[in-house]
């Protein structure tokens, strides 16, 4: 059973960072693509960004955000840098064997999903 859990989200002020953490277990995490979705209310789960064997961003989050992994600690992170009121989601980890680059963006192709973290950025 692979489990997916999340940490770091909370309150920040615009132009401030945080760093999410998503700790795995119950498989071969270094054999995974690991990735970070988003979900404002009211709007559709979009994708914040992945990692393979290269990294994939959001055109919107490009620049700001960077998403690393520890295949030693079976952790995944994204550090959000000069965060935007926009930003403000509730942010998911997942998790699939390796995918092609052509579907990391894609939420139905990952398999293993964390509960979530709120992020919040006020103005």
């Known amino acids: 059973q692979v489990q997916l859990v999340e940490s770091g989200g909370g309150p920040v002020q615009a132009g401030g960072s945080l760093r999410l953490s998503c700790a795995v277990s119950g498989g ?9 979705f988003r979900q404002a209310p ?18 919107s989050v490009k620049g700001r955000f960077t998403i690393s992994r520890d ?6 992170y994204l550090q959000m840098n000069s965060l935007k009121p ?3 989601a509730v942010y998911y980890c997942a998790g699939n064997r390796r995918l092609s680059s052509d579907v990391v963006r894609t939420a139905a192709m990952y398999d ?9 950025v006020s103005s």
């Open 112 to 120: 293993y999903w964390g509960q979530g973290t709120q992020v919040t």
């Open 71 to 76: 295949n030693a600690k079976n952790t995944v």
């Open 86 to 88: 926009e930003d403000t």
């Open 42 to 59: 009211g709007k559709e789960r979009e994708f914040v960004a992945a990692i393979t064997w290269s990294v994939y961003y959001a055109d």
């Open 28 to 36: 071969t995490f270094s054999t995974y693509t690991m990735g970070w």
